[in-house]
């Protein structure tokens, strides 16, 4: 609108002013028009950045992106039934494949890497994971051939079609990195003495850890489209998650124990979302987290509420015998 009105003053000139009298009318609407638009700006702004709402919104897009990571991409190949014996791969020679070239891996075309598997009759295990950091000529992974009477000529240069490696990390099929953001945003508050923001990301990582549960069945087994295992992908269990969510706070909050108790309160709230299936782990990292609280002196008040809350999340995670 500026930028109109200066060319307006520039080509207008005193023979041509009472022609055009609609130049004052738009002129001045686009005027009115900006000013709305900058008020609004400056609001939404600050109501963006919020911690509230700025950390809900990175929470809404980060369950986005583990729905399309383990939902869609992984759970539709995942066994539905556990394995609790280590995979018997093929006794045949396995064959590496080696990285290209250096940076994160950021995605891993699980989908294609297993029709071409099936195609070829191959197993292939993933030696690496999304988010790791890979340098050139380290091996992404083995493939066996499941009939060593009939193995077929494999180009290697076409898996490195389904695998993408870059200079950074992102959240498109990288969970752990999506839990770290918070992380790094509950570490830095603890270090500004900013312990709400502490506390929601704290809330925030927990809801992230209950939707994993909820779309996960933690199977390292894939399987094609007739069930038979095509690839074994790196272990990762709910208590590895939980450790990436809470372990490096629980650390920088050991001498905290305002903070400290609100983690001990928010693993008695995923308790009591996600199910028994994980009270084991729930209850081992409480353990953990109480028996690593550092500071030796505490009041009267606050020894009472901290073995309150984790008398609660004895009961919660069905422990009271191990709480005694």
Not at 282 to 301: C, D, K, M, P, R
Request: glycine share 4%; net charge negative; charged share 25%.
């Amino acid at each position: 609108s500026f930028l109109y009105t200066l060319f307006v003053f520039l080509f207008l000139n005193s023979s041509q002013v009472d022609g055009y009298f609609a130049i004052p009318f738009a002129t001045t609407a686009l005027s009115v028009f900006s000013a709305g638009t900058f008020v609004y700006f400056i609001n939404h702004s600050v109501k963006w950045l919020q911690v509230n709402h700025m950390t809900q919104s990175m929470k809404t897009e980060s369950i986005k992106a583990i729905e399309t990571t383990i939902r869609e991409e992984l759970e539709v190949h995942r066994t539905q039934s556990a394995h609790n014996e280590p995979f018997s791969f093929p006794e045949g020679e396995k064959n590496p494949v080696y990285i290209q070239t250096s940076g994160y891996i950021q995605t891993v075309n699980y989908s294609r890497l297993i029709d071409y598997a099936k195609e070829h009759n191959l197993v292939i295990k993933m030696e690496r994971e999304v988010g790791d950091y890979v340098l050139d000529g380290t091996i992404l992974f083995y493939y066996w051939n499941r009939d060593s009477a009939e193995q077929d000529e494999i180009d290697q240069a076409i898996f490195h079609r389904y695998v993408h490696i870059g200079k950074s990390q992102t959240d498109i099929q990288d969970t752990t990195h999506i839990i770290t953001k918070f992380v790094e945003m509950a570490i830095k508050s603890l270090g500004s003495d900013d312990f709400k923001t502490a506390i929601n990301s704290i809330h925030q990582i927990s809801d992230i850890l209950r939707k994993i549960c909820d779309v996960s069945q933690f199977s390292s087994y894939l399987v094609d489209d007739s069930g038979v295992v095509r690839m074994v992908i790196p272990d990762k269990k709910f208590e590895d998650f939980l450790y990436d969510g809470f372990a490096n706070i629980r650390h920088y909050a050991r001498r905290n124990i305002i903070i400290t108790m609100e983690l001990l309160k928010t693993l008695g709230n995923l308790a009591e979302a996600i199910g028994p299936a994980y009270y084991d782990d729930i209850w081992e990292f409480a353990v953990y987290t109480s028996q690593g609280f550092e500071e030796e002196y505490l009041f009267v008040q606050d020894k009472k509420y901290f073995l309150h809350i984790l008398y609660d999340l004895a009961i919660s995670t069905e422990k009271e015998e191990q709480y005694e």
